[in-house]
């Protein structure tokens, strides 16, 4: 059933084929089909992948590729079975810490939010119940009709989710849903697919019953919404209605519901949260003034993407987490990712993961990483987990940043411990990236560029630092972007109050590292005087540039002050901020590969497969068209010609021409010559060829034209003829 | 900044190429040579030359490098991604060596979406029987109750992709694995087989590993999509494999205006057709053969010829038979200088002739 080919025997379709090969498997044109079923659905973890370990075995062959792997992947080709099960659990314990910090800091940055609308529900519900509580009869009969235009009124919320892209905030009103419904509301979630104009208002009412009531409901009648509601003790409590992506509903679909619902207000409490993305006024877009009139609505704001960012970046690297991490480069990359490609967090927490994975598959060494999960390393010295085997030995002290700090077996003992300071060492380290954090606050800098540039182990000022010089140097290469320069800038600027403020923070993030604490705490005194002399002018929260000339002492104070904040940063950098890259043994934390980040992340099919097409030697390795330089050999892949000589068209190109120089090319030199000669006199001679010896290879070539054309279209690179130009195709795409 | 000033560059060089491009066509004449300059050989025949493969060591060497990576694989699926694979050549075959090489532990479905037409529902039917059957064998041997039977064929869509979305049990690897080919196949190309597949590939229960060829396939696809429901993981695996049965549905470019075929085509329509419509249709072609100069022949004029010979009782049936035609592109309706309507048959005159021909035998 399967067609199983071994590298011994390549797939039998690969020698010859035509377009109607007879030997197309029946699968070939199901539209669908099992292929296998799962082997054994009884074996435990341990038997797994051990098809892939027999597979890995098989191709031994002499390709050069294969024979350049490590010593340290071979070596755990052997015992390959226990480490990818143990690199699967391990990632799944990292990554499912990291994944959980990470909610935990979205759920926290909208707590505030989420409380303040259910206050506002518990409180609109009070008022609504204490104007008179209707009986059963009452409640689901759709009469009397109400006249009063305040008890039409529906309850809305809107959440301004400040961000354009609606994938950040699926998961907040995701969460929204479930608090709300951990505080005892009925609550369903529609999204803009529930509103399309094809199953109009009715499609959306039917969602509405199937949370609601039960999933089995195919009727819209909103009266058994209201029967619902009245039955058991269901009218304790409120019912809310959850629009996630407003903008995307359909304008007159949410206008009848909001009129059918606001007719039901009395009977049925519905509070309708709708989650605008664009503007505040976004809702007058889209409904009909006559849903806009029945609208009452409360406005609600969230924490923007960038603050969110900064949190999870804080969360994630800064505080302890899984020990995980990345390299300058690839911070930069993430960064660059965020800010100019994609812009949701989403995209950047994928990244992460995809950053995770890749280090699990590319560093045997980072199943220690578990280790660093759990509290302690004490475990690490066990060589029973068999972590700690000769290969991997060898392995982690074959690694750079080992050999560079000229650490050999001989200090094999020494391992634990340095595992033990690389644990250890982002305490100290990320102290300091808040403290500046906290600084360029004031700035409005950026987590994001911030970490970026601490990152670095190249900085300039982690081998001469000097804050003055690096304040004054204006020529430094990277100009303004330099966060350490900026913040020593600002610091000048800073009112005695925003000092205070900053030394406060510092003090608090100190706390647990009494050497930075010490030095913040000798600040207390200068602060003191500062403020002492910004009293006795009076104006203490006045920036120090209005000073008159009459608070020269003011101003000298604070240049005392600043100095010496300025020397506390220093000390901070020069002690504490070694970038990660520069210490030992930091491969088994840090990520740093980032072609193969971004080669996973964002696939390129527009650049990639052009340069397929036009490099294919580079991909096939053959001898024959390595050295061709610019010319074109009969030996190349048919397409890879056919694409070649199509970058010497317009945009369109003629078939016939193409189909000739396409034939020049496929034709060896010295027949040419004979055909040439052939073809000198006109139709005739099209007959002779035909009968000639060669008339088979004009089929051929006629053939592989087609075939490299239709293949050229699969790709999408060309455009077949239209019935206005039907002797040319369309070129579609221009360069990578 | 360096990646930003790369993107700006790249830019720039896609759109200056593509100026320049223009520009080309616009300056220099276009060529005025026409495909009916090369003598065409039969379609049937240029289907059926046997074309040998270039490279053929070079590219089995390429598949047996890719085999390395069957682990890596496997692993980026168990921990929750899918695959995208890409680059120029066919990957049906890799990509069905690389399942049954190495996932052999789970259940895998394969789709072909390079066929015109998939059944979304039904591919998600069988994922569901398949997905309940693995689900009844782990509850046998972990020895819990099994649920009553469940029947899948009457549930809509959305409750088969709950099922699938079931949660998982402690053991966080039982999946299947959804091959597809093509996913930006013509089949599936339209906003709603890609919602579907999205919602598919989300499904706990479910792990993708697609296939696309054209260049813009990433378009079919929004943030929601990429992000939260297929997650892809790209690879770049050029295989240089003809596209055997890929290409099987797309036109011969160098057989769509042969007279021969399309006169051949016409007979296999008319052929099943009524004896009445078959003659309607000669009537129609003997006097455009009569008339050549014409635009072609009226429609009233064609209801009275067949209703003398009693081919067509009214005119309804006249109509329900030129509807078959013009179906089938047999016909074309066309009004000339009086404002009449007139009926063309858009063949040639040879090969009207050897349609009629044919037709007689």
Known sequence: ?736 | MEDIENIEEDEYGFSRNYFLAKELGGASKRSAHKLSDIHIVDEQELRETAIEMKHAKEISELMSDYKTMYSKWVFELRCGFGLLMYGFGSKKALIEDFASASLTEYSVMVINGYLPSVNLKQVLLALAELLSELLKCKRKSSGSLSKGQETFPSRSIDDILSFLHGPQSEDKDCFICVVVHNIDGPALRDPESQQTLARLASCSHIRMVASIDHVNAPLLWDKKMVHKQFNWLWHHVPTFAPYNVEGVFFPLVLAQGSTAQTAKTAAIVLQSLTPNAQNVFKILAEYQLSHPDEDGMPTDDLYSASRERFFVSSQVTLNSHLTEFKDHELVKTKRNSDGQECLNIPLSSDALRQLLLDLNQ
């Open chain 1, 1 to 736: 059933m399967a067609p199983s080919g071994t590298v011994a025997d390549p797939p039998p379709t690969s020698t010859t084929n035509s377009f109607n090969s007879g030997d197309t498997a029946e699968n070939d044109i199901r539209p669908f089909f099992v292929l296998h079923k799962a082997s054994s659905s009884g074996s435990n973890l341990n038997g797994k992948l051990t098809g892939t370990g027999k597979s890995k075995r098989r191709i031994e062959s002499p390709s050069p590729k294969i024979a350049k792997r490590s010593e340290v992947e071979s070596v755990e080709e052997e015992d390959g079975q226990f480490f990818s099960t143990l690199r699967f659990k391990v990632f799944e314990t990292v990554w499912s810490k990291i994944e959980k910090t990470i909610e935990d800091v979205l759920r926290n940055s909208n707590s505030k939010v989420f409380s303040g609308i259910h206050d506002w529900i518990r409180e609109s519900f009070e008022s609504i119940i204490s104007s008179g509580a209707l009986k059963l009869s009452e409640a689901v009969r759709s009469y009397p009709v109400l006249t009063q235009a305040s008890s039409k009124q529906l309850l809305t919320a809107m959440v301004l989710t400040r961000n354009l892209e609606m994938v950040d905030d699926l998961l907040t009103f995701e969460e929204l849903e479930l608090h709300l419904k951990s505080q005892g509301c009925h609550v369903a979630k529609l999204s803009s697919m529930d509103f399309s104009a094809k199953s109009g208002v009715g499609g959306c009412l039917r969602g509405l019953l199937r949370q609601f009531v039960m999933p089995t409901v195919d009727v819209a009648d909103v009266t058994i919404l209201a029967s619902w509601y009245r039955e058991n003790k269901n009218h304790e409590n409120p019912v809310v209605i959850i629009v996630d992506d407003t903008e995307r509903c359909c304008g007159p679909v949410l206008s009848d519901l909001i009129l059918i619902l606001s007719e039901w207000a009395v009977k049925v409490p519905i509070f309708l949260i709708m989650g605008v993305s664009t503007a505040h006024d976004a809702p007058r877009k889209i409904l009909s003034v006559n849903a806009l009139q029945r609208i009452c609505a409360t406005r609600f704001t969230l924490s923007s993407p960038a603050e969110r960012m900064d949190a999870v970046l804080k969360a994630v690297f800064l505080k302890p987490c899984s020990g995980f991490t990345v390299s300058h480069k690839v911070a930069l990359f993430m960064r660059s990712y965020f800010l100019c490609q994609d812009g949701t967090l989403t995209s950047f927490v994928r990244t992460l993961k995809i950053a995770c994975l890749q280090h699990f598959s590319l560093e045997p060494l980072s199943i220690m990483l578990e280790h660093f999960c759990h509290d302690g390393v004490n475990q690490l010295s066990g060589e029973g987990t068999g972590l700690l085997t000769e290969a991997t030995m060898k392995h982690a002290f074959d690694l750079p940043s080992v050999t560079r700090n000229k650490i050999t077996r001989s200090t094999f003992e020494m391992l634990p411990h340095f595992l033990m300071d690389l644990q250890r060492m982002p305490n100290p380290w990320s102290i300091v990236v808040l403290c500046i954090y906290e600084a360029g606050k004031f700035d409005k800098l950026r987590l994001l560029d911030i970490f970026c540039e601490i990152l670095d182990p190249e900085a300039r000022y982690l081998k001469y630092f000097s804050p003055s010089e690096i304040v004054n140097s204006q020529s430094h290469n990277s100009g303004s972007n330099n966060v350490i320069r900026r913040v020593l800038c600002k610091l000048r600027d800073l009112s005695p109050s925003q000092l205070s403020s900053m030394l406060k923070s510092w003090e608090n993030l100190t706390t647990e590292f009494s050497e930075i604490n010490d030095k913040v705490m000798e600040l207390h005194p200068f602060m003191r005087s500062v403020e002492a002399a910004g009293q006795r002018q009076g104006l203490p929260n006045s920036p120090k540039k209005h000073a008159s000339r009459s608070h020269s002492k003011l101003e000298k104070e604070l240049k005392a002050m600043t100095d010496k904040v300025a020397t506390v940063i220093e000390f901070m950098l020069r002690e504490y901020m070694k970038p990660v890259e520069s210490v030992p043994f930091h491969e088994i934390l840090c990520f740093k590969n980032v072609d193969k980040l971004q080669s996973a992340l964002l696939g390129d099919p527009r650049g990639r497969i052009q340069l397929d097409l036009l490099e294919s030697h580079n991909i096939l390795h053959c001898v024959c068209c390595s050295q061709r330089g610019t010319t074109l050999l009969p030996s190349m892949h048919d397409t890879s010609i056919l694409y070649t000589l199509a970058q010497e068209h317009a945009d369109v190109i003629n078939l016939h021409d193409w189909y000739q120089s396409f034939k020049t090319i496929l034709i060896p030199k010295s027949s040419k010559a004979k055909q040439k000669s052939k073809s000198s006199s006109k139709s005739k001679k099209r007959k002779d060829i035909c009968e000639e010896p060669e008339a088979p290879a004009e089929a051929l070539i006629q053939a592989r034209f087609c075939r490299a054309i239709m293949e050229l279209q699969i790709a999408g690179l060309i455009r077949m003829p239209s019935k206005r130009r039907p002797d040319f195709v369309q070129r579609v795409a221009f360069g990578s």
